[in-house]
């Protein structure tokens, strides 16, 4: 079985933003029911429902791990059900929580060779004991069997596909930073169990045939909602930047989300990774109801899948 727990289900900067004055924001703030807050995209996911791995460390990985129930010690004055970190990525909304989990707790930090290099360039991360905490790299396309931090398996088989994307912001350098890679520098993961499977992909620029090939025929697929619009940020006055130019694909253009979705055959479709601008988070918006109509839902903090 997969067992899959929502984490957070927004994009950098969560919903509301600390500094986001805007609408939608504003009614999070106050506890509208119809604008459910939600912290930065992370997942959890388990094959046993003991041994839990997370998926991409967001900076409000503390605050998660505290409202999940299933990441809480559970044996000894220190504990953690949490035998690994996969990272698709290493933006700062997805690296920065490993410096939450510092405290010599043993557990592996999972990810492509690119990405562990962004983690090996910066010596903050050091503050993470390389003799406690392993980082393990994984080649592309290479199924790979979990297991906890004794060798037992721990019931579900992991693969990291390239996505075209972008190097991190942060990282940015050369004649064509914003150039679209599909190199390994952003990745999707499928979670299998031999009977099901599930495949997250928070951050994608473009749908090719190779991904649409990858997706026909999922059990479950949460997969990058940052913007409703490509020029979003731009219309609202929040940005200079298209969703394309941050690697992001939007959900309701021509060659958007909803339309590249079509006829793939996928059981459940989720989007994850939602920004605070993007109208689908307010439950009373035309968007979201546009969007429920076409077969997504939208996640939440806490929303649990089984398959």
Same mark, same amino acid.
């Given at each position: ?68 129930? =299933? *990441? ?7 504990? &953690? ?5 996969? @990272?698709? /990525? !290493?933006? $700062? ?104 499977? =599930? *495949? ?7 749908? &090719? ?5 990858? @997706?026909? /025929? !999922?059990? $479950? ?87």
């Amino acid at each position: 079985m997969i067992d899959l727990v929502v984490l957070g289900a927004a994009a950098g900067g969560g919903f509301p933003q600390w500094n986001s004055n805007a609408a939608g924001c504003n009614r999070a703030r106050a506890g509208d029911p119809s604008a459910l807050p939600r912290t930065q995209a992370s997942i959890a996911i388990s094959g046993d429902g003991k041994h839990w791995f997370i998926v991409n460390a967001s900076p409000d990985l503390r605050q998660q791990i505290n409202q999940t129930p =299933v *990441l809480h010690p559970k044996t000894g004055l220190r504990s &953690t059900p949490i035998a690994g970190v996969i @990272l698709t /990525g !290493a933006e $700062v909304d997805t690296i920065t929580g490993l410096l939450t989990l510092r405290e010599r707790q043993p557990f592996d930090i999972l990810g492509t060779q690119q990405v562990l290099g962004q983690l090996d360039a910066n010596p903050i991360f050091e503050a993470l004991n390389r003799e406690v905490v392993r980082r393990r790299e994984i080649a592309l396309d290479q199924p790979l069997a979990l297991t906890t931090q004794d060798g037992q398996p721990a019931g579900l088989e992991i693969t990291l596909f390239a996505v075209p994307g972008k190097v991190p912001l942060y990282a940015e350098r050369g004649e064509n930073p914003a150039a679209i890679l599909e190199n390994g520098e952003t990745v999707g993961l499928e979670i299998a169990d031999g009977a099901s499977r =599930v *495949l997250f992909i928070p951050g994608c620029a473009c749908m &090719t045939d190779r991904l649409r090939e990858r @997706l026909h /025929g !999922a059990d $479950v697929v949460l997969f990058d909602g940052t913007l409703w619009r490509d020029d979003e940020m731009i219309r609202a006055g929040l940005g200079e930047k298209t969703g394309r130019r941050m690697g992001h694909m939007s959900v309701a253009d021509p060659e958007g989300t909803i339309k590249a979705f079509r006829d793939l055959g996928i059981d459940r479709k989720a989007l994850i990774h939602i920004n605070n601008s993007n109208p689908i988070l307010l439950t009373d918006s035309p968007e979201r109801a546009e969007v429920e109509a076409a077969g997504w839902d939208v996640s939440y903090d806490g929303m649990r899948i089984t398959r």
